[in-house]
Every structure is written in structure tokens, then in C-alpha cells.
């Protein structure tokens, strides 16, 4: 019962962690903006379903993965924390790089994904190769989960609630598309955008190097 109250008394401080990651502008937002300006609402809010079941499967994986190897060796859990840290950053320098391009890396021109299965899948995939989504499953996470408590389940309960929050999120975004559409289509507000995501994910990692171990 203790155990159970440990973790609840963190899931306010990581629901919060969890928005920052996703208002930070990365390759979810460009997707499900392409589809909202793009397809509509609809193909929109189906394809956030899809990205949010990708965070589910990360955490999932996470779970089953680190719960086992980390049971054996706590060097082993810092080692992956401070390898998340170091991509991090690399992705911040890479994201950086991209303002070189007259849109950054928020180019939402092209073909939507319509229909229920398309739409859905284009979510999916969106996050299974999404770098920062897998980073935060498999180093950021377990950093959250308190010592007693289980590693696995715990990073299962709060991926659902990071699912959750980037849904709230994500449909937030789609219902305010109608009226950014003609500031989003200047080519100087998506490169704030792209640096604006670089500075986000400078940010988690620093925040990732700043925790404490586990």
C-alpha cells in the first residue's frame, strides 16, 4: 500500500514532465499538424491515437526490458541514463542544424494520411521511430519510479499516464489548428518552431543528467 502511495505522490511532478515533452515541438507535432492542416480533424485525432499507442508499446517494452536488467546491475541503469543524455544532446545539435533549411525541420507540406487504418498507423509509426519518444521510455522514465516499487509495472502505469497527457495535448493542438494555420504557414514561425525544439530537448537532457540515481 506504501508502495502504491510512493508512486502517487510522483505522478503530478512526471504528468508535468510529461507535457513539457510533448509541447516541445518535435517530430509528433510536425506530424499531427500535417495532418490537421493537411487531412482535417478527423485523420488528425486518429493518427494522435496512434502516436499515443506507440508511447504504451515503448513503455511496455521499457518495462519488460529494464525491470530485468537493472534487477542484476544498477551500473548498467546509469550507463543507459548518461548513453540518453548524450543523444539528447546530440539530437538537440542535429535539430539545430536543420535551421539551415527555409522551413527547419517543420515542413508541413504533403499528403495526409486519410481513413481510420492509414491515419492510425502514420501515428504508430510516427512514435515507434521517434528517437526522444524511445530515450524517455528507456532512460527517463525508470528515473521517476520509486525504489521499492516495481520498475516494470511502474513504467507501464506512467507511459499510460504520458499516453494520456500527449492525447490532452494533441487534441488541444488540433482544436487550435483553424486558427494558427496562417501563422504556421510562414516559413520564420517554423523555424522558431525547429529552435524551439532544439532548446526542449537541451533541456530534458539536462534534466536526465541532473537526476539522481535510482
Known amino acids: 500500500m506504501n508502495h502504491a502511495l510512493d508512486l502517487l505522490k510522483i505522478i503530478p511532478a512526471f504528468a ?14 510536425a506530424m499531427v499538424l500535417r495532418q490537421s492542416i ?12 496512434g502516436n499515443s499507442s506507440g508511447l504504451i508499446i515503448w513503455g511496455a517494452a521499457s518495462g519488460i526490458g529494464l525491470s530485468e536488467v537493472f534487477a542484476h546491475s544498477h551500473t548498467a541503469y546509469n550507463i543507459l541514463k ?3 543524455v548524450a543523444f539528447l544532446i546530440f539530437l538537440s545539435l542535429q535539430t539545430l542544424l536543420t535551421l539551415r533549411n527555409e522551413h527547419g525541420k517543420f515542413d508541413i507540406k504533403g499528403g495526409a494520411k486519410l481513413g ?3 491515419a492510425y498507423r502514420l501515428g504508430l509509426l510516427t512514435n515507434m521511430t521517434n528517437v526522444k519518444a524511445a530515450v524517455f521510455a528507456v532512460a527517463f522514465i525508470p528515473q521517476f519510479i520509486p525504489k521499492d516499487f516495481s520498475l516494470g509495472l511502474g513504467i507501464f502505469i506512467l507511459a499510460c499516464i504520458q499516453a494520456t497527457v500527449s492525447t490532452i495535448w494533441y487534441s488541444f493542438l488540433i482544436s487550435a489548428v483553424d486558427r494558427a494555420a496562417v501563422a504556421l504557414a510562414k ?7 525547429t529552435a524551439l525544439s532544439a532548446a526542449g530537448i537541451l533541456f530534458l537532457a539536462l534534466t536526465l543528467l541532473l537526476t539522481s540515481p535510482r
Do not use: E
Open 16 to 29: 508535468l514532465t510529461a507535457l513539457l515533452l510533448a509541447i516541445v515541438p518535435g517530430q509528433g507535432v
Open 38 to 49: 493537411v487531412g482535417g480533424k478527423r485523420a488528425a485525432f486518429t493518427s494522435v491515437l
Open 82 to 84: 548518461y548513453a540518453g
Open 116 to 118: 481510420i487504418g492509414p
Open 187 to 193: 516559413p520564420k514561425v517554423r523555424r522558431a518552431l
